[in-house]
């Protein structure tokens, strides 16, 4: 059974940093298949923020320049650095694996997802 583990989330103060984590466990292989970061915010649809893939990656142009996907080999988990956070990235920040090599910021492409960790930034 696949599972995906987030944690990283806290409160923020705007303009500072975090670093969020993700590992996925019960895959055989996960490789170069892409991973990604979703985020959902009160009241709104969940959006992607991230994916990294073999051929790639591949950032919202919300968090273009503030955001950083990384990967490690090794153990396949994947990051999020995010810095210079604004009260409008505040949601519940979700990792999740698919099966393409590409990156791709649309859920349907995404077949395992992680419970999802909180992120809060105040003014």
């Known amino acids: 059974q696949v599972h995906v583990v987030e944690s990283g989330g806290g409160s923020v103060q705007a303009g500072g940093s975090l670093r969020l984590s993700c590992r996925p466990s019960?895959?055989?292989?996960?490789?170069?298949?892409?991973m990604g970061w979703f985020r959902r915010a009160p009241g709104k649809e969940r959006e992607g923020v991230a994916a990294?893939?073999?051929?790639?990656?591949l950032y919202a142009d919300s968090v273009k320049g503030r955001f950083a996907i990384s990967r490690d080999a090794a153990t396949n988990t994947v990051y999020l650095q995010m810095n210079s956070l604004k009260p409008e990235d505040t949601a519940m920040y979700y990792c999740?694996?698919?099966?393409?090599?590409?990156?791709?910021?649309?859920?349907?492409?995404?077949?395992?997802w992680g419970q999802g960790t909180q992120v809060t930034v105040s003014s």
């Open positions: 999740a694996i698919g099966g393409s090599f590409r990156p791709g910021l649309e859920s349907s492409h995404f077949s395992f």
């Open positions: 019960g895959l055989k292989y996960s490789g170069d298949f892409v």
């Open positions: 990294t893939a073999k051929l790639g990656i």
